[in-house]
């Protein structure tokens, strides 16, 4: 059994595992075991139980790392038997029994509220459930303003949608009271207000960097700045 952590990166709403291909690439120089499976963005308790299943099938520690919505869902999920840290990037980070929007309502909310489209999808046995993306022309500014124009694009047309139900369910259970954490608050980001980031980092006792002027998606824009954290967590867990 290995002694070094596996990384499990977990992403946020709107993006997917590829939105880590730079951290991996980071990652994997170092000799780093690391995954990024899919985040199923259906529901906090849904998903959370979906990572943390992977978590605990892997042989050896896990370092879970969050982005965005991808922070709450390991808040949950981080406490899972051989998890030893928690990374959280530009994310949120829930209070045990805080839901995502009263984390949210404490603070002026950011322009990704305003530019949120709805769509609908299908539930066996019931009615049809809303889920959400953000708007196509907004979508440069709100959660990527430092990405180049071309990758922007793409991230805007591939964006995985969130169900709106995510936003109200609370969390059971918050890791970090138990294990350590380290945060990353992207300073420009325009998806989740950095004092929110600020905040929940602080209050998990987490150590925290600030990446001036990133944007929400700092982990596609400064995937050294992320990479770097997440050694410290791996070396601080090994």
């Not at 708007?135 to 922007?152: G, H, I, L, R, Y």
């Not at 992207?186 to 001036?212: L, W, Y």
């Amino acid at each position: 059994m290995s002694t070094t952590p596996t990384v499990l990166l977990v992403h946020g709403a709107f993006a997917d595992a590829g939105s880590w291909a730079g951290v991996i690439e980071e990652l994997q120089s170092d000799g780093i075991p690391v995954i990024a499976p899919p985040n199923p963005l259906r529901g906090l308790a849904s998903d959370a139980a979906y990572i943390a299943s992977l978590a605990s099938q892997i042989d050896g520690p896990v370092v879970l790392v969050g982005h965005s919505y991808g922070g709450a869902v390991i808040t949950v999920a981080g406490a899972a038997e051989n998890v030893v840290g928690l990374v959280y990037v530009a994310a949120y980070v829930l209070q045990e029994g805080e839901s995502l929007g009263e984390l949210q309502g404490r603070f002026p909310l950011s322009p990704l509220v305003s530019n949120l489209k709805q769509w609908t999808y299908p539930v066996p046995g019931g009615d049809p459930a809303v889920e959400v993306t953000i708007a196509e022309d907004a979508f440069p500014a709100v959660f990527a303003a430092d990405v180049p124009t071309e990758v922007t694009k793409v991230l805007a047309a591939t964006q995985r949608p969130l169900a709106a139900g995510a936003f109200e369910e609370t969390a059971p259970v918050a890791a970090w009271q138990t294990k350590p954490s380290w945060a990353l608050v992207a300073g420009a980001d325009q998806a989740i207000n950095p004092e929110v980031e600020r905040f929940g980092a602080k209050r998990a006792g987490a150590t925290i960097v600030e990446s001036e002027g990133a944007s929400h998606a700092v982990a596609v824009s400064r995937p050294m700045e992320v990479a770097d954290l997440i050694r410290e967590a791996v070396r601080a867990t090994s």
